[in-house]
């Protein structure tokens, strides 16, 4: 009986430890922009730019703009939840960079927990068991768009 009273007291210390998971890792934004669902919920009159990439000259700069995004993970992979959350961080970038007459979103860094990462390539994201989350950080811009004679690898602009 003392050891069933015992193991019902240490459950909730359990129980929190599963839930309190915060693993951190990096995802590939090509293979998450790549998605299907990408396209449609991002669109194409909007182009991102990652990190330090190259990008056309700037016209016009307007704000620079953090998200801070949350989903739900339960039932999903860490990689599921964080490419559907990083989508969501990605979308409010667009309507910023919309609502302010903006047509390209450059530098954009990861900033989660306040740890800012610069990647060209990747974004982080931090993922336990019932949620996960993607706070982004860019510049809202306005780029002379017909002096683009490459698309650069991370311009993520669809067409």
Partial sequence: MKKLLFAFL???LFLHSAFARDTIENYSVSDTLA???SKSILGDDISFYFGNTEHPPILKSYVEFSTNNKTNAFNKTDKEACQWVFLSAMKELRNKARSVGGNAVINIKSNYRDNLTISDTTFQC????IIAGVALVGDVVKLDKANITT???SDYQFE
């Fill in 151 to 153: 698309n650069a690898p």
């Fill in 126 to 129: 931090g993922a336990g068991a």
């Fill in 10 to 12: 240490l459950y909730p």
């Fill in 35 to 37: 998605l299907e669902q």
